[in-house]
């Protein structure tokens, strides 16, 4: 009878201590959700805007991992209606870099202000921080479809909270050794300077995603 309260408080004593314990915090997961600059188009996925930001913010002593869900191709549109199924409960914070394709088609900056606020207004449901990756219209489109292109972004961060950067590209134009052939995608040292400039607006968003 002895032995048997002994091992019951040697039991105790061991929850007591696995309880007081505090569990290891899982990494806080970002979802890059965009188009082909996300996606890493023409590069080896390591050399991807998500595999570089990830590498990046580990670096500087950050617990994160980077989805990315970047899809070639896509418009503002087409992110929004695959936003559900690339929204894992997991997801702690998003970065949406979306809209180039709809300026580079002319798409109707109507269009594209909605779909971007149809993603905006499920992520702000879900209570998720958002950092959006601004894109300006080429200027070959003539003033009034730049300037309403243009708006969009700032328009959007205010309206939803958001963390903005304002130009995703900066950096990038008319430097032929950041930029693919075929001008419009960057190569890996292009990756680089996006990453290297966007990076304190991330870990902004890192903190505003800590509970």
Excluded: C
Excluded at 111 to 121: F, G, K, P, S, W
């Amino acid at each position: 009878m002895v032995q048997l309260a002994h091992r019951i408080a040697a039991a105790l004593a061991v929850l007591a201590v696995l309880m007081a314990t505090p569990a290891l915090a899982a990494p806080l997961k970002i979802l890059a959700f965009g188009d082909s600059l996300t996606a890493g188009y023409g590069l080896p996925d390591t050399d991807s805007f998500a595999s570089k930001l990830q590498a990046a913010l580990k670096a500087r002593g950050h617990d994160v991992v980077v989805v990315n869900s970047g899809v070639s191709g896509d418009t503002a549109s087409d992110g929004a209606a695959r936003l559900d199924w690339s929204l894992t409960d997991d997801i702690g914070a998003v970065i949406v870099e979306l809209g180039a394709n709809d300026a580079l088609r002319g798409v109707d900056p109507a269009v594209t202000r909605q779909a971007l606020d149809t993603i905006l207004a499920r992520l702000s449901e879900k209570k998720l921080p958002v950092l959006l990756a601004g894109m300006y219209a080429p200027r070959n489109l003539g003033s009034p479809y730049v300037d309403e292109f243009d708006r969009i972004y700032g328009d959007l961060a205010k309206q939803y909270d958001a963390l903005l950067y304002p130009f995703f590209l900066d950096g990038l134009l008319g430097q032929a050794a950041l930029n693919q052939p075929d001008g419009m995608h960057p190569t890996a040292a292009g990756v680089d300077v996006i990453v290297e400039r966007i990076i304190p607006s991330v870990e902004d968003l890192i903190a505003k995603a800590a509970p």
